[in-house]
């Protein structure tokens, strides 16, 4: 389930952000918090 989440997270970020941005590494950093619980 996360593995999906994580990609769709992707997409959005690679499409609507900066991948150097601050709200791009946000992201992920969000996705592998919600790791663990998946």
């Known amino acids: 389930m996360c593995i999906s989440l994580g990609l769709f997270i992707l ?3 690679f ?3 900066d991948p150097n941005s601050q709200s791009y590494q946000a992201m ?3 996705c ?3 790791y ?3």
Request: charged residues 20%; glycine residues 6%; without cysteine.
């Open 15 to 17: 499409f609507f952000l």
């Open 32 to 34: 592998f918090f919600l």
């Open 11 to 13: 997409k959005i970020g």
């Open 36 to 38: 663990p619980r998946f």
């Open 28 to 30: 992920i950093r969000i």
